[in-house]
């Protein structure tokens, strides 16, 4: 994959992940159950103490930090690209342990949590792809 | 060109690639330089964001009254929903809903004297029958006493529940509550009733007690029936909340009369 097309493939992703984290926050602010394919896992993670850090939704964290790693991808040079993975990083990392509190504490599964853990895994991944391959080698300038 | 020209060409091409290779070797060992920067920035950030988190859950703390409830009921057989002794020639249903106020004032003020009077004797023995009629809080609270039930504690949860109500219908009954109020329960095993809150036999008991509470015209909380033994149950209108209210009707049931 070139290193246009990882980047295209992050905003991609993160606009998907915007989407997902827009819904999750909403639903927690209407007070609606999210919809739910795994019977009422979706309510009962939204419900769980671990919904909230410090008296702010999860859901919004996740949205700040889709929307930060879309700004991010428009930094030019190493700044962006770092920026990128070290968010994605945190992301990957926090939504690894919500998903390990579903499956061993809460006992339920939220897919869209699932859904936003495996987006944010993936930005993570390729981003991380980016910063070891570098930019794209420039034109030989013929000298 | 003379084949000196061309040696010397060569060798210029090879260092120049020399060159570039080891441009590219030390601006790679820079980006994952600060590759290793930033995922160690990273886990520490997730760290700080765990710790946050696990210091915000838990068993809540804050609620208080386990050590009444332990006091008041010590002693005493519970099965399921049912306090006191089995063989009580009378039995007082209650129905109530765990967000209803004049339930908690029931709980706090007359309950006491009625177990110390009444129940501890083996006269009469109680059954709490929790409904959900204000909101979605009651419905949480009623699974949540449900579930305490399995584990022979609904009494200590619910008498633990109302000294810790919140605003109705304000939301507050979610997990850290419940996990908070059970904590409070000595001797009752809080994952497992956070597990059994989701087993359709409790949601199945909870619908059992709303069908019941239907078919008996409960139109608010607390409602209260008698029954001598195996009887139908009677209404039990009671003027106030107050144990003097309580009394006679009580003393009437425990004797049989």
Known sequence: MTDRGALIAIRALALAGIGVAAYLTWAHYADVAPVCATGGGCERVQNSEYSELAGMPVAILGLAGYLTIVAASFVPGEAGRLGVAGIALTGAGFSAYLTYLELFVIDAICQWCVASAVIMAAIAALA???????????????? | MSTRAAAKERARAGRKQAERERREAERRRQ????????????????????????????????????????????????????????????????FADLQCPYCAQYAGEVLPEIVREHVRGGGVRLALLPIAIIGPDSERGALATIAAGRQDRMWQFAHVFYAS?????????????????????????????????????????????????????????????????????EPLPVQSLSAEAFAEPLARLSSGG
């Open chain 2, 165 to 233: 109500q919140g605003a109705e219908n304000s939301g507050y009954v979610d997990d850290g509550f419940i996990r908070g109020v059970a904590a409070a329960v000595p001797g009752l095993d809080v994952d497992r009733l956070m597990r059994d809150m989701q087993r359709p036999a409790v949601a199945a008991e909870l619908r059992r007690n709303q069908a019941r509470a239907q078919l008996l015209g409960v139109s608010g909380t607390p409602t209260f029936f008698v029954a001598r033994g195996d009887g139908a149950p």
């Open chain 2, 31 to 94: 980006r994952l330089f600060q590759l290793g920067a930033v995922v160690l920035a990273a886990a520490l950030i997730v760290a700080v964001l765990i710790g946050v988190s696990q210091s915000g859950s838990g068993d809540g703390g804050n609620v208080e009254g386990g050590a009444d409830a332990g006091a008041l009921f010590a002693g005493i057989p519970q099965n399921g929903n049912a306090l006191g002794d089995p063989g009580a020639i009378g039995t007082m249903t209650e």
């Open chain 1, 128 to 143: 991380v792809v980016r910063v070891v391959l570098g930019p794209p080698l420039e034109p030989a300038t013929g000298r």
